[in-house]
Protein backbone atom coordinates (compact mmCIF):
# COMPACT_ATOMS: atom_id res chain seq x y z
CA UNK A 1 0.00 0.00 0.00
CA UNK A 2 2.64 2.22 1.10
CA UNK A 3 4.98 3.85 -1.49
CA UNK A 4 9.21 4.41 -0.07
CA UNK A 5 9.93 8.27 -0.63
CA UNK A 6 13.18 8.33 1.04
CA UNK A 7 13.82 12.02 0.32
CA UNK A 8 10.72 12.82 2.57
CA UNK A 9 11.65 10.93 5.12
CA UNK A 10 15.07 12.61 4.97
CA UNK A 11 14.75 15.35 7.83
CA UNK A 12 14.28 13.60 11.35
CA UNK A 13 10.88 15.38 12.65
CA UNK A 14 9.05 14.94 16.35
CA UNK A 15 6.63 12.50 17.29
CA UNK A 16 4.50 15.86 17.99
CA UNK A 17 3.37 14.93 21.46
CA UNK A 18 2.99 19.05 22.01
CA UNK A 19 3.37 21.61 20.20
CA UNK A 20 5.50 23.50 20.62
CA UNK A 21 7.61 19.94 21.69
CA UNK A 22 9.82 19.56 24.12
CA UNK A 23 13.15 20.35 22.36
CA UNK A 24 11.88 24.12 22.62
CA UNK A 25 11.63 24.60 26.41
CA UNK A 26 13.56 26.71 28.22
CA UNK A 27 13.96 27.84 32.01
CA UNK A 28 11.79 31.15 31.78
CA UNK A 29 9.04 29.37 33.63
CA UNK A 30 9.15 28.67 36.85
CA UNK A 31 6.85 27.31 40.11
CA UNK A 32 5.10 30.30 39.77
CA UNK A 33 4.15 29.46 36.57
CA UNK A 34 2.36 26.67 38.07
CA UNK A 35 0.90 28.19 40.69
CA UNK A 36 -0.62 30.04 37.97
CA UNK A 37 -2.25 27.55 35.74
CA UNK A 38 -3.79 25.86 38.48
CA UNK A 39 -5.56 28.72 39.03
CA UNK A 40 -6.35 29.03 35.83
CA UNK A 41 -8.19 25.86 35.42
CA UNK A 42 -12.53 26.66 35.49
CA UNK A 43 -14.49 25.43 38.64
CA UNK A 44 -15.63 21.98 37.89
CA UNK A 45 -13.20 21.55 34.95
CA UNK A 46 -12.11 17.54 34.52
CA UNK A 47 -8.67 17.69 34.12
CA UNK A 48 -6.35 14.45 33.76
CA UNK A 49 -3.61 13.13 35.99
CA UNK A 50 0.04 11.72 35.07
CA UNK A 51 2.62 10.15 37.36
CA UNK A 52 6.08 9.24 36.86
CA UNK A 53 7.82 6.68 38.62
CA UNK A 54 11.89 7.49 37.05
CA UNK A 55 12.57 3.75 38.12
CA UNK A 56 13.50 -0.07 36.22
CA UNK A 57 14.47 -3.03 38.48
CA UNK A 58 16.49 -3.73 35.07
CA UNK A 59 17.58 -1.02 32.47
CA UNK A 60 17.15 -1.37 28.68
CA UNK A 61 19.84 -0.13 26.25
CA UNK A 62 17.53 1.49 23.76
CA UNK A 63 15.12 3.37 26.20
CA UNK A 64 15.24 7.28 25.87
CA UNK A 65 13.35 7.78 29.14
CA UNK A 66 13.89 9.84 32.40
CA UNK A 67 14.45 6.56 34.84
CA UNK A 68 17.17 5.32 36.79
CA UNK A 69 17.62 1.59 38.37
CA UNK A 70 15.50 1.04 41.27
CA UNK A 71 18.24 -0.68 43.27
CA UNK A 72 18.09 0.85 46.68
CA UNK A 73 15.61 0.38 48.99
CA UNK A 74 16.14 4.24 50.73
CA UNK A 75 15.89 5.21 47.06
CA UNK A 76 12.66 4.53 46.28
CA UNK A 77 11.12 5.64 49.49
CA UNK A 78 12.61 9.00 49.51
CA UNK A 79 11.31 9.60 46.15
CA UNK A 80 7.86 8.32 47.27
CA UNK A 81 7.91 11.06 49.69
CA UNK A 82 8.71 13.34 47.94
CA UNK A 83 6.09 12.86 45.47
CA UNK A 84 3.64 12.27 47.68
CA UNK A 85 4.83 16.05 48.84
CA UNK A 86 3.75 17.30 45.48
CA UNK A 87 0.22 15.65 45.29
CA UNK A 88 -0.56 17.75 48.33
CA UNK A 89 0.55 20.83 47.14
CA UNK A 90 -1.10 20.43 43.58
CA UNK A 91 -4.16 19.06 45.24
CA UNK A 92 -4.16 22.19 47.46
CA UNK A 93 -4.24 24.23 44.61
CA UNK A 94 -6.68 22.25 41.94
CA UNK A 95 -9.42 21.13 44.57
CA UNK A 96 -12.39 22.84 42.77
CA UNK A 97 -11.12 20.50 39.52
CA UNK A 98 -12.62 16.71 38.94
CA UNK A 99 -9.49 13.90 37.72
CA UNK A 100 -11.16 12.39 34.89
CA UNK A 101 -8.14 9.64 34.33
CA UNK A 102 -4.79 8.95 36.46
CA UNK A 103 -2.09 7.81 34.28
CA UNK A 104 1.15 5.63 35.74
CA UNK A 105 4.03 5.47 33.86
CA UNK A 106 8.05 5.94 33.96
CA UNK A 107 9.99 4.12 33.92
CA UNK A 108 8.20 1.35 35.56
CA UNK A 109 5.49 2.07 37.94
CA UNK A 110 5.75 -1.81 38.93
CA UNK A 111 9.71 -1.05 39.96
CA UNK A 112 7.85 0.03 43.70
CA UNK A 113 6.60 -2.93 45.98
CA UNK A 114 2.62 -3.48 45.21
CA UNK A 115 2.11 -2.02 48.68
CA UNK A 116 4.21 1.01 47.80
CA UNK A 117 2.00 1.22 44.76
CA UNK A 118 -1.58 0.99 46.85
CA UNK A 119 -0.65 3.70 49.06
CA UNK A 120 0.49 5.87 46.26
CA UNK A 121 -3.08 5.22 44.83
CA UNK A 122 -4.94 5.66 47.90
CA UNK A 123 -3.03 9.45 48.32
CA UNK A 124 -3.95 10.51 45.19
CA UNK A 125 -7.73 9.25 45.27
CA UNK A 126 -8.21 11.03 48.61
CA UNK A 127 -6.34 14.33 47.90
CA UNK A 128 -8.26 15.09 44.64
CA UNK A 129 -11.86 14.93 43.19
CA UNK A 130 -12.12 11.35 41.99
CA UNK A 131 -15.27 10.36 40.80
CA UNK A 132 -14.75 7.06 39.48
CA UNK A 133 -11.52 7.56 37.14
CA UNK A 134 -9.74 6.06 34.52
CA UNK A 135 -7.20 3.96 35.71
CA UNK A 136 -3.82 2.74 33.65
CA UNK A 137 -0.66 1.58 34.27
CA UNK A 138 2.56 0.85 32.37
CA UNK A 139 4.28 -2.18 33.36
CA UNK A 140 7.47 -4.27 33.00
CA UNK A 141 7.01 -7.89 32.66
CA UNK A 142 9.95 -9.13 34.20
CA UNK A 143 8.86 -9.24 38.13
CA UNK A 144 5.35 -8.53 37.45
CA UNK A 145 3.38 -10.80 40.27
CA UNK A 146 -0.02 -11.98 41.17
CA UNK A 147 0.56 -9.56 44.26
CA UNK A 148 0.61 -7.01 41.48
CA UNK A 149 -2.07 -8.46 39.68
CA UNK A 150 -4.26 -8.20 42.86
CA UNK A 151 -3.94 -4.65 43.65
CA UNK A 152 -4.61 -3.89 40.27
CA UNK A 153 -7.51 -5.42 40.64
CA UNK A 154 -8.37 -4.35 43.94
CA UNK A 155 -8.40 -0.77 42.09
CA UNK A 156 -10.35 -1.52 39.69
CA UNK A 157 -7.78 -0.57 37.28
CA UNK A 158 -9.36 -0.86 33.40
CA UNK A 159 -5.77 -0.47 31.20
CA UNK A 160 -2.26 -1.64 31.37
CA UNK A 161 0.00 -1.03 28.60
CA UNK A 162 3.29 -3.35 28.46
CA UNK A 163 6.49 -3.00 27.31
CA UNK A 164 6.84 -5.97 24.94
CA UNK A 165 9.32 -4.67 22.19
CA UNK A 166 10.19 -8.21 20.65
CA UNK A 167 9.57 -11.79 21.29
CA UNK A 168 13.04 -12.25 19.57
CA UNK A 169 15.54 -13.83 21.70
CA UNK A 170 18.60 -12.90 19.89
CA UNK A 171 17.34 -9.22 18.84
CA UNK A 172 16.24 -9.27 23.30
CA UNK A 173 19.92 -10.08 23.62
CA UNK A 174 20.79 -6.94 21.37
CA UNK A 175 18.64 -4.74 23.04
CA UNK A 176 19.21 -5.35 26.71
CA UNK A 177 15.93 -6.70 27.26
CA UNK A 178 15.64 -10.34 27.76
CA UNK A 179 11.63 -11.52 28.72
CA UNK A 180 10.29 -15.32 26.89
CA UNK A 181 7.35 -14.62 25.09
CA UNK A 182 6.04 -17.49 28.29
CA UNK A 183 6.75 -14.56 30.65
CA UNK A 184 4.66 -12.18 28.53
CA UNK A 185 1.63 -14.93 28.38
CA UNK A 186 1.92 -15.40 32.16
CA UNK A 187 1.35 -11.83 32.66
CA UNK A 188 -1.28 -11.68 30.06
CA UNK A 189 -3.10 -14.04 31.64
CA UNK A 190 -2.81 -12.71 35.68
CA UNK A 191 -4.33 -9.16 34.23
CA UNK A 192 -7.11 -10.81 32.75
CA UNK A 193 -8.00 -12.19 35.79
CA UNK A 194 -7.93 -9.31 37.48
CA UNK A 195 -10.52 -8.08 34.95
CA UNK A 196 -8.25 -5.36 33.29
CA UNK A 197 -10.87 -4.53 30.06
CA UNK A 198 -7.43 -2.87 27.49
CA UNK A 199 -4.44 -4.37 27.44
CA UNK A 200 -1.43 -2.27 25.24
CA UNK A 201 1.32 -3.74 23.46
CA UNK A 202 4.29 -1.78 22.97
CA UNK A 203 6.59 -3.61 20.12
CA UNK A 204 9.48 -1.58 17.99
CA UNK A 205 11.05 -1.37 14.94
CA UNK A 206 14.39 -0.78 13.79
CA UNK A 207 16.00 -2.54 16.13
CA UNK A 208 19.16 -4.50 15.58
CA UNK A 209 19.05 -7.66 13.73
CA UNK A 210 15.34 -6.94 12.80
CA UNK A 211 14.10 -8.57 9.61
CA UNK A 212 10.84 -8.55 8.19
CA UNK A 213 10.52 -12.55 9.07
CA UNK A 214 11.82 -11.62 12.82
CA UNK A 215 9.11 -8.82 13.09
CA UNK A 216 6.45 -10.96 11.31
CA UNK A 217 7.20 -13.42 14.03
CA UNK A 218 6.46 -10.91 17.20
CA UNK A 219 3.50 -10.09 15.39
CA UNK A 220 2.31 -13.20 15.05
CA UNK A 221 2.75 -14.17 18.31
CA UNK A 222 1.46 -11.24 19.82
CA UNK A 223 -1.75 -11.65 18.03
CA UNK A 224 -2.35 -15.08 19.53
CA UNK A 225 -2.42 -13.51 23.25
CA UNK A 226 -5.02 -10.89 21.99
CA UNK A 227 -4.39 -7.55 23.33
CA UNK A 228 -6.76 -4.99 22.75
CA UNK A 229 -4.88 -2.38 21.33
CA UNK A 230 -1.05 -2.06 19.59
CA UNK A 231 1.34 1.01 19.61
CA UNK A 232 4.32 0.02 17.11
CA UNK A 233 7.07 2.67 17.24
CA UNK A 234 9.89 3.24 15.39
CA UNK A 235 13.56 3.09 17.72
CA UNK A 236 15.63 5.91 17.29
CA UNK A 237 19.10 5.57 17.88
CA UNK A 238 20.70 8.52 19.37
CA UNK A 239 23.41 7.14 21.38
CA UNK A 240 25.18 11.14 21.73
CA UNK A 241 22.20 12.18 23.81
CA UNK A 242 21.84 8.52 25.42
CA UNK A 243 24.25 7.10 26.38
CA UNK A 244 22.84 3.53 27.38
CA UNK A 245 22.17 3.25 23.32
CA UNK A 246 26.45 2.88 23.06
CA UNK A 247 25.75 -0.67 24.04
CA UNK A 248 23.53 -1.27 20.96
CA UNK A 249 25.59 -2.57 17.74
CA UNK A 250 24.90 0.97 15.55
CA UNK A 251 26.64 -1.62 12.28
CA UNK A 252 23.09 -3.96 13.07
CA UNK A 253 20.14 -1.52 12.30
CA UNK A 254 18.07 -1.54 9.67
CA UNK A 255 18.78 0.99 7.55
CA UNK A 256 15.57 4.01 6.09
CA UNK A 257 14.19 1.49 3.44
CA UNK A 258 14.19 -1.65 5.91
CA UNK A 259 12.66 0.36 8.37
CA UNK A 260 10.04 1.74 6.08
CA UNK A 261 9.20 -1.81 5.00
CA UNK A 262 8.94 -3.19 8.90
CA UNK A 263 6.65 0.00 9.65
CA UNK A 264 4.08 -1.00 6.52
CA UNK A 265 4.82 -4.58 7.73
CA UNK A 266 3.65 -3.88 10.97
CA UNK A 267 0.63 -1.59 9.23
CA UNK A 268 -0.53 -4.13 6.76
CA UNK A 269 -0.21 -7.65 9.70
CA UNK A 270 -2.30 -6.01 12.18
CA UNK A 271 -4.69 -4.31 9.99
CA UNK A 272 -4.69 -8.08 8.25
CA UNK A 273 -5.87 -9.04 11.48
CA UNK A 274 -8.57 -6.97 12.36
CA UNK A 275 -7.14 -4.21 14.65
CA UNK A 276 -8.06 -0.42 12.97
CA UNK A 277 -5.21 1.89 12.13
CA UNK A 278 -4.76 4.91 14.72
CA UNK A 279 -3.04 7.85 13.66
CA UNK A 280 0.70 6.31 12.32
CA UNK A 281 1.50 3.97 14.92
CA UNK A 282 -1.53 2.57 16.93
CA UNK A 283 -3.33 -0.26 16.08
CA UNK A 284 -6.91 -0.81 18.34
CA UNK A 285 -9.36 -3.20 18.27
CA UNK A 286 -12.73 -2.57 16.60
CA UNK A 287 -15.48 -1.21 18.72
CA UNK A 288 -12.97 0.34 21.82
CA UNK A 289 -12.77 3.03 23.05
CA UNK A 290 -9.81 4.59 21.06
CA UNK A 291 -10.98 3.47 17.57
CA UNK A 292 -14.52 4.92 18.28
CA UNK A 293 -13.05 8.07 18.79
CA UNK A 294 -11.41 7.52 15.75
CA UNK A 295 -14.15 7.44 13.82
CA UNK A 296 -16.15 9.86 15.33
CA UNK A 297 -13.43 12.63 15.24
CA UNK A 298 -12.82 12.78 18.60
CA UNK A 299 -9.36 11.27 18.75
CA UNK A 300 -6.65 13.16 20.77
CA UNK A 301 -2.73 13.46 20.89
CA UNK A 302 -0.62 14.33 24.23
CA UNK A 303 1.89 12.54 26.03
CA UNK A 304 0.41 9.81 26.25
CA UNK A 305 0.28 9.34 22.77
CA UNK A 306 -3.12 8.79 20.55
CA UNK A 307 -5.89 8.87 23.38
CA UNK A 308 -9.56 9.49 23.32
CA UNK A 309 -9.05 11.56 26.58
CA UNK A 310 -11.58 14.86 26.02
CA UNK A 311 -9.16 17.08 28.57
CA UNK A 312 -7.41 19.52 27.40
CA UNK A 313 -5.35 19.65 31.06
CA UNK A 314 -2.80 17.38 31.97
CA UNK A 315 -1.15 17.35 35.34
CA UNK A 316 2.12 15.93 35.80
CA UNK A 317 3.51 14.96 38.53
CA UNK A 318 7.14 13.32 39.18
CA UNK A 319 10.69 14.42 38.05
CA UNK A 320 10.99 15.16 34.69
CA UNK A 321 6.94 15.03 34.05
CA UNK A 322 5.61 17.45 31.73
CA UNK A 323 1.96 19.15 32.68
CA UNK A 324 0.05 20.42 29.74
CA UNK A 325 -2.41 23.31 30.18
CA UNK A 326 -4.05 25.35 27.57
CA UNK A 327 -1.62 28.58 27.76
CA UNK A 328 1.65 26.35 28.76
CA UNK A 329 3.82 23.62 28.74
CA UNK A 330 5.97 22.83 32.12
CA UNK A 331 8.03 20.14 33.18
CA UNK A 332 9.44 19.37 36.20
CA UNK A 333 12.63 18.99 37.19
CA UNK A 334 14.81 16.26 35.91
CA UNK A 335 17.02 15.46 38.62
CA UNK A 336 15.61 13.68 41.31
CA UNK A 337 17.75 15.40 43.84
CA UNK A 338 17.03 18.77 42.43
CA UNK A 339 13.19 17.42 42.63
CA UNK A 340 13.85 16.56 46.05
CA UNK A 341 15.05 20.20 47.50
CA UNK A 342 12.59 21.92 45.37
CA UNK A 343 9.48 19.69 47.12
CA UNK A 344 11.35 19.70 50.42
CA UNK A 345 11.70 23.52 50.19
CA UNK A 346 7.71 23.26 49.77
CA UNK A 347 7.50 24.67 46.31
CA UNK A 348 6.83 23.08 42.62
CA UNK A 349 9.70 21.58 41.03
CA UNK A 350 9.26 23.39 37.58
CA UNK A 351 12.31 23.96 36.50
CA UNK A 352 11.71 24.13 32.36
CA UNK A 353 9.12 24.92 29.79
CA UNK A 354 7.03 27.69 28.07
CA UNK A 355 3.90 29.87 27.19
CA UNK A 356 2.23 28.88 24.44
CA UNK A 357 0.73 32.24 22.60
CA UNK A 358 -2.20 31.90 20.27
CA UNK A 359 -0.54 31.29 17.33
CA UNK A 360 0.98 28.34 18.89
CA UNK A 361 -2.06 27.31 19.74
CA UNK A 362 -3.35 27.65 16.34
CA UNK A 363 -0.37 25.27 15.00
CA UNK A 364 -0.54 22.68 17.74
CA UNK A 365 -4.54 22.31 16.85
CA UNK A 366 -3.62 21.84 13.06
CA UNK A 367 -0.42 19.38 13.65
CA UNK A 368 -2.58 17.40 16.56
CA UNK A 369 -5.71 17.48 13.34
CA UNK A 370 -3.30 16.31 10.45
CA UNK A 371 -1.93 13.32 13.01
CA UNK A 372 -4.99 12.56 14.29
CA UNK A 373 -8.18 12.86 11.58
CA UNK A 374 -5.53 13.24 8.53
CA UNK A 375 -7.23 16.45 7.05
CA UNK A 376 -7.03 20.43 8.68
CA UNK A 377 -8.28 23.65 8.03
CA UNK A 378 -5.51 25.56 7.76
CA UNK A 379 -6.84 29.23 7.55
CA UNK A 380 -5.41 30.75 10.27
CA UNK A 381 -2.08 29.62 9.68
CA UNK A 382 -0.03 33.01 9.50
CA UNK A 383 2.32 32.18 6.65
CA UNK A 384 -0.06 29.74 4.95
CA UNK A 385 2.00 30.27 1.48
CA UNK A 386 5.13 29.24 3.31
CA UNK A 387 3.62 26.07 4.30
CA UNK A 388 1.98 25.44 1.00
CA UNK A 389 5.22 25.74 -0.77
CA UNK A 390 6.84 23.32 2.40
CA UNK A 391 3.80 21.04 0.88
CA UNK A 392 4.68 20.87 -2.74
CA UNK A 393 7.08 17.88 -3.10
CA UNK A 394 4.19 15.70 -1.09
CA UNK A 395 1.53 17.15 -3.40
CA UNK A 396 3.33 16.06 -6.06
CA UNK A 397 3.37 12.72 -5.07
CA UNK A 398 -0.10 12.15 -4.13
CA UNK A 399 0.00 12.04 -0.51
CA UNK A 400 -2.08 15.26 0.04
CA UNK A 401 -4.27 17.46 -1.84
CA UNK A 402 -6.00 20.97 -1.13
CA UNK A 403 -10.14 21.92 -0.56
CA UNK A 404 -9.53 25.65 -0.47
CA UNK A 405 -7.40 26.04 3.07
CA UNK A 406 -8.51 22.80 3.87
CA UNK A 407 -5.29 20.17 3.79
CA UNK A 408 -6.04 16.71 3.33
CA UNK A 409 -4.14 13.72 3.29
CA UNK A 410 -4.91 10.33 1.16
CA UNK A 411 -4.96 6.77 2.31
CA UNK A 412 -1.38 6.36 1.25
CA UNK A 413 0.52 9.32 3.64
CA UNK A 414 0.59 7.73 6.95
CA UNK A 415 3.84 6.80 7.29
CA UNK A 416 4.50 10.35 5.74
CA UNK A 417 1.85 12.43 8.37
CA UNK A 418 4.55 14.00 10.88
CA UNK A 419 6.57 14.89 8.12
CA UNK A 420 3.52 16.30 6.79
CA UNK A 421 2.54 17.77 9.88
CA UNK A 422 6.49 19.24 10.53
CA UNK A 423 5.90 22.22 7.17
CA UNK A 424 3.63 23.64 9.65
CA UNK A 425 5.77 23.93 12.85
CA UNK A 426 8.06 27.43 12.99
Known amino acids: MWTYHPELLAAPVPRYTSYPTAAEFGDTVGPADMHAALAGIAEDETVSLYVHIPFCRQICWYCGCNTGAANRSARLDAYLERLEREIALVADRAAHAKIGRIAFGGGSPNAIAPAQFARLVERITSSFRCENPVLSVEIDPRGFTAAWAAILAAYHF ?18 GRVQPADEIRRVMELLRKADVGSINFDLMYGL ?18 KPDRFAVFGYAHMPSM ?23 L ?20 PGG ?26 IALGASAISEFP ?3 LQNEKNTGRYHVALAAGRFATARGLRRNAEDRVRGRAI ?59
Open 368 to 426: ETILTRGIADLSQIPDLTLVRDRLTCFEHRGLVNWEGTTLKLSADARPYARSIAATIDT
Open 266 to 285: AHTTLTGAGYTAIGFDHFAK
Open 327 to 329: GSL
Open 289 to 314: ALTKASQNGTLRRNFQGFTEDPATTL
Open 242 to 264: IPRQRQIDATALPDGRARFALAA
Open 208 to 225: PYQSEATLEATLVDSLVM
Open 158 to 175: SRVSLGVQTLDPAIQAAI
